[in-house]
């Protein structure tokens, strides 16, 4: 990833909903605060301040347990499904996205004389473009697509439970 493309990118806030007392009318609020000091850091070195309005997409970070056994799924198909061998965990996984269709963007490309070309694009897995309900369906769907297209005798839960297994083993 280049220098340019990183800088542009902001670093998320992490915000915790707390319950407070507001000071003007004495009323218990729920309230967004900076999760630590260095949320809060970032907060001021954006200029914030007290009764701005601000825009947020909230999200809830996922879990990193659960990112870690989707990455054990990965490595399940790199160890035992021959079209895997030789990629990464990460590049499993978005070899499977692109295989299922699963949590990609899908066009189709008009070829002259040969009809329509389907193109899969994999969406992004990461921590700020998928929360953790959106991260567990996809997982899921994974689980399901592994067990349909290369286990048949396995169920989507057994093929859960294998990379479960595998995320126990290297702990």
């Not at 996984?93 to 299922?100: A, C, F």
């Not at 990461?126 to 399901?144: I, K, P, T, Y």
């Not at 697509?145 to 093929?159: D, S």
Request: aromatic letters at 6%; hydrophobic letters at 40%; proline letters at 4%.
């Amino acid at each position: 990833m280049s220098k340019a493309k990183r800088s542009s990118k902001r670093q998320p806030v992490y915000l915790r909903a707390m319950q407070m007392i507001d000071p003007r009318t004495g009323a218990v609020v729920s309230a967004l605060v900076p999760a630590s000091g260095t949320d809060q850091q970032v907060i001021r070195e954006r200029g914030v301040t007290i009764g701005n309005v601000l825009r947020a997409d909230l999200t809830q970070p996922r879990n990193q347990q659960f990112h870690r056994l989707a990455h054990a799924i990965g490595g399940l198909c790199v160890e035992h499904i021959e079209s895997f061998e030789g990629l990464g965990q990460h590049d499993a996984l978005k070899k499977l996205q692109r295989e299922s269709g699963i949590e990609c963007d899908i066009s189709y490309i008009e070829i002259p004389g040969g009809g329509a070309l389907e193109h899969r694009q994999p969406r992004s897995m990461a921590f700020d473009s998928m929360d953790q309900g959106q991260f567990f369906q996809f997982v899921s769907a994974l689980c399901g697509y592994i067990a349909r297209t290369y286990w048949p005798t396995c169920t989507a839960e057994e093929v859960e439970a294998m990379a479960d297994a595998m995320v126990k083993e290297a702990a």
